[in-house]
């Protein structure tokens, strides 16, 4: 009868064994290589299958001088989007085959950057994803010289950086032309914390679009994000009645606007159109359901690691990758109403 201490964990010679290959096509397989046909494929997957065979990264690690680790510093996660872009992130790394380890920082000052960032080269991280969305975060990155890629996401890539971004601008004009094309002149914006990267961003394509077509764009007033900022601002813009539609920066602060608007009986959309950005699930059950701008942020965390991988696994130069937003048209906007 055997000693239960000779068994050991399948080896990749196993794998090479039992699906009659060399084991140098067993990791062509494992790391994804193109130059595998079909069957071998499958008859190794098969076998690995069979065995229970798991690859063994800190030898492969020896190997490689790789650890197959992503560092993600990251910010503002109680917020919809840093949140899911760093959902993105870790879903593309999970399928491409690299672990992610976190670094979650309060604000975004240079010492927690700097801190936070070295945590992660101490860990040997092969690549670092930044998920700061504050205005300096670049600057600071630039500064620090890590010898790794940097992806920041939401910003171009720039020197030593790469960067990962929807665009934001291209969105906040998306909704824009949206309201124009109904009527609307008088277009007012709520916008983020102007210290945001995307927040000002939104500005600068509200403004922008109004100011191609030969409108003012005077009707700015800054948010905090939250809904409760959106219902203060919402009750403001019900007493003044200068606007027939307000492109808002994200749904959260849309949906603080709808309950104020309800308050004061400013109907949505009869009197005043209303656009949100992000398109959070509840958005689509608001009262009205709410037009919005669509940032697909699984398709962002494939970019961040389409760059990652070319420069880590290839020695590709960096670069910006840019992800399209999508306008989503619900009840929230209508045709201006006549002037009586």
């Known amino acids: 009868m055997g000693n239960s201490n000779d068994r050991r964990m ?72 840093p949140a899911n872009t760093l959902l993105g992130v870790q879903q593309a790394a999970r399928e491409a085959g690299y672990f992610v380890s976190i670094a979650a920082i309060k604000g975004a000052g240079a010492d927690a950057i700097s801190d936070a960032v070295r945590h992660l080269a101490d860990q040997g991280a092969d690549g670092m994803i930044v998920i700061v969305p504050h205005a300096g975060t670049l600057q600071v990155l630039e500064e620090l010289n890590l010898g790794v890629p940097v992806i920041v996401v939401g910003g171009a890539g720039e020197g030593r950086l790469s960067g990962a971004m929807v665009d934001q601008k291209l969105g906040a004009r998306l909704a824009v032309a949206h309201l124009i094309s109904l009527g609307h002149q008088r277009i007012g914006h709520v916008s983020g914390p102007l210290d945001w990267i995307d927040g000002q961003a939104r500005v600068d394509g509200w403004h922008e679009e109004l100011t191609d077509a030969g409108l003012t764009a005077d009707l700015l007033v800054e948010g905090d994000w939250s809904a409760g900022s959106g219902y203060r601002i919402g009750l403001q813009l019900a007493e003044q009645r200068t606007a027939t539609a307000v492109f808002v920066s994200n749904d959260q602060m849309a ?86």
Not at 58 to 78: F, K, N, P
Not at 266 to 294: C, H, I, K, N, W
């Open 255 to 340: 949906l603080g606007l709808l309950r104020a608007f309800g308050e004061k009986d400013v109907r949505v959309p009869e009197d005043v159109s209303l656009v949100g950005f992000d398109d959070q699930p509840e958005s689509a059950f608001f009262m009205p359901p709410l037009t919005t701008v669509r940032q697909d942020f699984e398709e962002l965390g494939k970019r961040c690691m389409d760059l990652m991988r070319a420069q880590i696994e290839e020695g590709a130069a960096g670069g910006t990758r840019v992800v399209e937003p999508e306008l989503v048209v619900r009840a929230s906007t209508s045709p201006r109403a006549p002037d009586l």
């Open 10 to 81: 399948p080896r990749l010679e196993d794998v090479a064994a039992r699906a009659k290959v060399s084991h140098q096509t067993v990791s062509r397989v494992i790391n994804s290589h193109p130059n595998v046909s079909k069957p071998t494929r499958e008859r190794v997957e098969a076998a690995i299958a069979e065995l229970g065979y798991r690859r063994n990264t800190a030898a492969r690690s020896l190997v490689t001088r790789r650890t197959q680790t992503i560092g993600v510093l990251a910010s503002e996660l109680g917020q919809y989007g």
